[in-house]
């Protein structure tokens, strides 16, 4: 019967320590397998991650490309397909009633519906761009199509020092 004092490790689970610099009968004497000399050798005598000995290491020797789009804008697209799948209980398809029956996931600025699928129930669909044969088929069930416009980028406002330029010329 197994009980807490009888539980035991299985073999070869543990193996016994390394005993560094205990004589030269340990087989890992003076040196402590570290060797002679050099700086690994030494206390302390380990490099960074990447250092390559004073050369110009590899992550700056390979050139930077491409940058992060901090004005990105992404898209949900939805297929007539997926909207099958709300059943009859949602008659108003939006991006935040998309999100909640979880066909949406992630984050996403803009609703997009395209036509691959067939729509047998009729829906009001308010999204950002919808295809013009995806429209058709929703129309043709009885549903109806409002469009979100997009928010267009606000301008910003010249630098003083800009504007002093530009009223000297």
Known sequence: MLRLNTIKKHPGATSARKRLG?????????????GDKGQLARTGGSVRPGFEGGQMPMYRRIPKKGFTNIHRRTNAVVNLSELEK???SIKEVSMQTLTEAGIVKGRHDRLTILATGDVKSAYVIKAHRVSGAAAEKI???GGKVELIPIPVGIKREKKKSEKKAASKK
């Open 86 to 88: 709300l059943g009859k």
């Open 139 to 141: 129309t043709q069930a």
């Open 22 to 34: 205990r004589g030269s009968g340990s087989g890992l004497g003076p040196t402590a397998g570290k």
